[in-house]
């Protein structure tokens, strides 16, 4: 069965740095697409960013050059550095599946970030 | 950015009646898109793919339709567990959301 665990969520100032994890079972993160998505209190849903099964990686507009996804096959987790936080950024961050590039199968149960002073 | 919008924002209904929700996408987005169900707390479940796929598990009176820039999920007898919001999310180009319809009980 497939399993998402996300970890690494909390308060944290403007302008710092936090790491969020996803730890998977049931299958292999390196052969699937593997994402973040976050949602902000009471809103939609946002796509942050991907790593793809051949190593490629993409952000969302509103997060590049501040985050930094990787994966470490060794322990079958996803990894996301969020650095330059800011109070839009608050969130649940959640980490998904893609069984191909195009869709989320499955997701973990979010962990919350909040940004505030 | 393509640009998905979700009609209508609320959707009041009874348990056993049909539901029909609407996403209209900016720029075709071919048959690339989905529909996902979030009750609260919860994160979001994936129901529908490729416009019209049901995914795994998903109970048939889940249905999709539609390409291009209109698309339709359908829900052909509301069953208590269905009320929840409903979200379509494109991949023609990146990945967008819309921004979710409310199924609620009238």
């Known amino acids: 069965e497939v399993h998402l665990v996300e970890t690494g969520g909390g308060l944290i100032q403007p302008g710092g740095s936090l790491r969020l994890s996803c730890a998977a079972s049931?299958?292999?993160?390196?052969?699937?697409?593997m994402s973040w998505v976050r949602q902000a209190p009471g809103k939609g849903l946002e796509w942050v960013s991907v790593?793809?099964?051949?190593?490629?990686?993409y952000y969302a507009d509103s997060v590049k050059g501040r985050f930094t996804i990787s994966r470490d096959d060794s322990k079958n987790t996803l990894h996301l550095q969020m650095d330059s936080l800011r109070a839009e950024d608050t969130a649940v961050y959640y980490c998904?599946?893609?069984?191909?590039?195009?869709?989320?199968?499955?997701w973990g149960q979010g962990t919350l970030v909040t940004v505030s002073s | 950015e393509i640009v998905l919008t979700q009609s209508p924002a609320t959707l009041s209904l009874s348990p056993g009646e049909r539901a029909t929700l609407s996403c209209r996408a900016s720029?075709?987005?071919?048959?690339?898109l989905a529909w996902y169900q979030q009750k609260p707390g919860q994160a979001p479940r994936l129901l529908i793919s490729?416009?019209?796929n049901r995914a795994t598990g998903i109970p048939a009176r889940f249905s999709g339709s539609g390409s291009g820039t209109d698309f339709t999920l359908t829900i052909s007898s509301l069953e208590p567990e269905d009320f929840a919001v409903y979200y379509c999310?494109?991949?023609?180009?990146?990945?967008?959301f819309g921004q979710g319809t409310k199924l609620d009980i009238k």
């Open positions: 998904a599946r893609g069984v191909t590039r195009y869709y989320f199968e499955n």
């Open positions: 049931g299958f292999t993160v390196s052969s699937s697409y």
């Open positions: 790593f793809y099964i051949g190593g490629s990686i």
């Open positions: 720029q075709s987005v071919s048959s690339y």
């Open positions: 490729d416009a019209s």
């Open positions: 999310q494109q991949r023609g180009s990146w990945y967008t």
